[in-house]
T-cell receptor
Framework: NAGVMQNPRHLVRRRGQEARLRCSPMKGHSHVYWYRQLPEEGLKFMVYLQKENIIDESGMPKERFSAEFPKEGPSILRIQQVVRGDSAAYFC????????????FGEGSRLTVL | SQQGEEDPQALSIQEGENATMNCSYKTSINNLQWYRQNSGRGLVHLILIRSNEREKHSGRLRVTLDTSKKSSSLLITASRAADTASYFCAVNRDDKIIFGKGTRLHILP
């Protein structure tokens, strides 16, 4: 039973380009969370999604960031027109139930903006 | 702001000693969880304690929860080199799970 799969593990983009980060949750999990982590810091909540629904996006920047979790396929975190401040590790976690239990994390996608 | 705040931010102890980390939070919770993160890796769930529980054990881990003080502690007994990692507490707020900034634990040989 594969764990949470994130790709790419490392992504380099130039300022102004788009970054797409993918997350396949564990089998049977329909709840996905995205977090951002800067070096030596904690995880900052970005967005919580269920299949085809955004439940809470209160941690997402108002511009350039979007997330989706379609009926089929992985969850996507999309960052348009990246800036240097977007450089960070982005972690996805999945859960079989709504917001109360254990989260299963992927290994993260490390975005570097040149 | 983050819901959980760990204390201390960093801790270095000798192998074999016990390590204690604390977490404080601000609002009522359903449960509190502790996670470990090795450098460059994803987080791994360690233990979950519900709001009606006061203490929970798992192997060398002991977690306490004091809802009147809005605080929790994680004790790792007989520490090993492999315990070197960052440790985070996490609390539910609405449907979100919010993490603190973590305690960086370093076990000295």
């Amino acid at each position: 039973n594969a764990g949470v799969m994130q790709n790419p593990r490392h992504l380099v983009r130039r300022r102004g380009q788009e970054a797409r980060l993918r997350c396949s949750p564990m089998k049977g999990h329909s709840h996905v969370y995205w977090y951002r982590q800067l070096p030596e810091e904690g995880l900052k909540f970005m967005v919580y999604l269920q299949k085809e629904n955004i439940i809470d996006e209160s941690g997402m920047p108002k511009e350039r960031f979007s997330a989706e979790f379609p009926k089929e396929g992985p969850s996507i975190l999309r960052i348009q027109q990246v800036v240097r401040g977007d450089s960070a590790a982005y972690f996805c976690a999945s859960s079989p139930q709504r917001g109360t239990g254990e989260l299963f994390f992927g290994e993260g996608s490390r975005l570097t903006v040149l | 702001s983050q819901q959980g705040e760990e204390d201390p931010q960093a801790l270095s102890i000798q192998e074999g000693e016990n390590a204690t980390m604390n977490c404080s939070y601000k609002t009522s919770i359903n449960n509190l969880q502790w996670y470990r993160q090795n450098s460059g890796r994803g987080l791994v769930h360690l233990i979950l304690i519900r709001s009606n529980e006061r203490e929970k054990h798992s192997g060398r881990l002991r977690v306490t929860l004091d809802t009147s003080k809005k605080s929790s502690s994680l004790l790792i007994t007989a520490s090993r080199a492999a315990d070197t990692a960052s440790y985070f507490c996490a609390v539910n707020r609405d449907d979100k799970i919010i993490f603190g900034k973590g305690t960086r634990l370093h076990i000295l040989p």
